[in-house]
């Protein structure tokens, strides 16, 4: 047998080290080629580290949370052959998810090689300790307090026995989280505390969010808006044409929307170099658009909004969005944007405050519409009103600026003929 030690591999972009984020191994474990060992954070990324050889982990290099140099020991790993120790620098990174954080950043990897030895006992539940805390994300623990379903009972189908959605499905689906809750236990105490260790992209939303508020110089501005028309059209537009290019939102007119009004406030589309005291202003218009994902807020970007018809920008933020949410969304693809449009949706609220995505200097929030009796020609009539709750980095945009912008987009979206006219 010999030693195969796996060095923190050199990402590129000039880094030096990189934060640990997570282990999918453990001491102990068998793993295949291409079997994801852990997860490393770099300033722009989450990236997946793989195995290059089949083996036993003999060793880990780090602990979650670490900093650790390029170059340095990562995993060492017991393999077939001789006994001459070999070093290597793990393979490329397989996938790469984007820098705007959670706390548990979850991969499910599934070996292309030779198979996983089956678990000795079958079935969702399994015995554990009262005190021994599962292996498993944020989201999963929450869907299971929704449940009622305990943790510990739950037998984990992912690497290293972690718990998964599916298997909260398939303890549902043998009915034995009713037979194993206590009679009255919606009304116990609890007096029972978690500690999340916040590390990896969960680290990275709270430095950018420190960062963003410490360094500018915030201020919002909210304008109701008057959707109903801009509705009727999106409806005329998906029955006419939603089976053959797609379905639209509300997202791709408020794009065009920001297109068309940064003709007039260019200094809205800007980045702003507070070191160097340089303000760049764009004239491609990049729109970063904000994605909660399981693994934190990610900002995948627009590219070019300024050159997309409606159908086009529509299908960029779909696949986009999915990309981020399902953990593909590339470095390029996460990064570069020039101003940020964010929502979320049915529960967008009345009124928010976003906070800037450093280094632009303007973000444009979407509440949620609702049907409202508003006085229209002398006539009270149900019209739909959505609030944009925008934010501005005051050092930049003065408010009078910041007022005439958002009141330029509220007048085409509430005229949304004009939105094509050139």
Known sequence: MGTHVIKMPDIGEGIAEVELSQWHVKVGDLV????????????????????????????????????????????????????????????????????????????????????????????????????????????????ALDLGI????????????????????????QGQS????????????????????????????????QDATQRAAHFSYVEEIDVTAIEELRAHL????????????????????????????????ARYDDEAQVITRLGAVHVGVATQSDVGLMVPVVRHAEARSLWDSAAEISRLANAARNGKASRDELSGSTITLTSLGALGGIVSTPVLNLPEVAIVGVNKIVERPMVVKGQVVIRKMMNLSSSFDHRVVDGMDAALFIQAIRGLIEQPATLFVE
């Open 32 to 143: 295949v080629e291409d079997q994801v060992l852990a997860d490393v954070m770099t300033d722009k990324a989450m990236v997946d580290i793989p195995s290059p050889v089949h083996g036993k982990v003999i060793s880990l290099g780090g602990q979650p949370g670490e900093v650790m140099a390029v170059g340095s020991v990562l995993i060492s790993i017991e393999v077939e052959g001789a006994g001459n120790l070999k070093e290597s620098t793990a393979p490329a990174p397989v996938k790469e998810a984007p820098v705007a954080p959670k706390v548990e950043a979850v991969v499910e990897s599934k070996p292309a090689a030779a198979p996983r030895p089956a678990p000795a006992c079958q079935g969702p539940m399994v015995a554990r300790e009262a005190d021994e805390r599962p292996l498993a994300s944020p989201a999963v623990r929450k869907h």
């Open 150 to 173: 305990q943790l510990r009972l739950v037998r984990g189908s992912g690497p290293a026995g972690r718990v998964l959605h599916e298997d909260l499905d398939a303890y549902l689906a």
């Open 178 to 209: 009713n037979a194993s809750a206590p009679v009255g236990a919606a009304y116990a105490q609890r007096n029972d505390e978690e500690q999340i260790q916040v590390i990896g992209m969960r680290r990275k939303i709270a430095q950018r969010m």
């Open 238 to 269: 998906n029955e006419k044409h939603g089976a053959s290019r797609g379905k639209l939102t509300l997202l791709p007119f408020l794009v065009r929307a920001l297109v068309v009004a940064l003709r007039d406030f260019p200094q809205m589309n």
